[in-house]
């Protein structure tokens, strides 16, 4: 069966500071791995994507990683700010058929 | 990055009523249209796929009768909550791909039925 599982649930860390989200899967075949960022009340925005190849992808402050020997993915957030308090989904779409399997997200609070 | 809109973003119902949500991908053209509902603190939960001008396929459970979904074409899909109940009270998001592997989400529409 696919899944997507993340961790941790939720997550609070002071403004400044680095945090690592997990997503772990068992999609198969693997497409590509996506990163989003969902504000409350708000429709998901896209942060990276990744496919097999690509071990590393950054945006700004975000950066992804992926291990498809592992099935492993992260989210590094560097030097958090209070608006990157969101909760973020890891969604891996399987290489057959397309269908997306999404993960249930992890909430992130950033303090001042 | 391209822009999915929905309309309305929010809207207050009666139940029994129906209720349609339109889904538009602005700046490309999008062969398949996903419909999700979100409930609060969960993730989303696809309801059905649709590809222009053809029948959207639903996911187990999801009643086509209830949630009829239109994709007349390559930049437009409706979903429209047919007599709906206070339990239909949600958030739903529309996404929609074109050529690439990326996923644009719409901004969502809150529905509350009363």
């Known amino acids: 069966k696919n899944q997507v599982e993340q961790s941790p649930q939720s997550l609070i860390i002071l403004e400044g500071k680095n945090c690592t989200l997990q997503c772990n899967y068992t999609v198969s075949p693997f497409s590509n791995l996506r990163w989003y960022k969902q504000d409350t009340g708000r429709g998901p925005v896209s942060l990276t994507i990744?496919?097999?190849?690509?071990n590393t992808k950054s945006n700004g402050r975000y950066t992804a990683t992926l291990d498809a020997d592992t099935k492993q993915s992260s989210l590094h957030i560097t030097a958090s700010q209070l608006s990157d308090s969101a909760s973020y989904i890891c969604v891996v779409r399987n290489g057959e058929g397309g269908k997306s399997t999404f993960g249930d997200g992890t909430t992130l609070t950033v303090k001042p | 990055g391209a822009v999915v809109s929905q309309h309305p973003s929010r809207v207050i119902c009666k139940s029994g009523t129906s209720v349609k949500i339109e889904c538009r991908s602005l700046d490309f053209q999008a062969t398949t249209m996903f419909w999700y509902r979100q409930f609060p603190k969960q993730s989303l939960m696809l309801m059905a796929t649709?590809?222009?001008?053809?029948?959207?396929?639903?996911e187990q459970g999801v009643e086509k009768d209830k949630f009829l979904i239109n994709h007349a074409s390559l930049t437009l899909s409706t979903l429209t909550v047919t007599s709906a109940h206070p339990e239909d009270s949600s958030f739903y998001i529309c996404?929609?791909?074109?050529?690439?592997?990326?996923?644009?989400f719409g901004p969502g529409t809150r529905l509350t039925v009363t």
């Open positions: 996404s929609a791909t074109g050529s690439s592997y990326e996923q644009y």
């Open positions: 990744m496919t097999f190849s690509e």
């Open positions: 649709s590809n222009e001008g053809s029948k959207a396929t639903y």
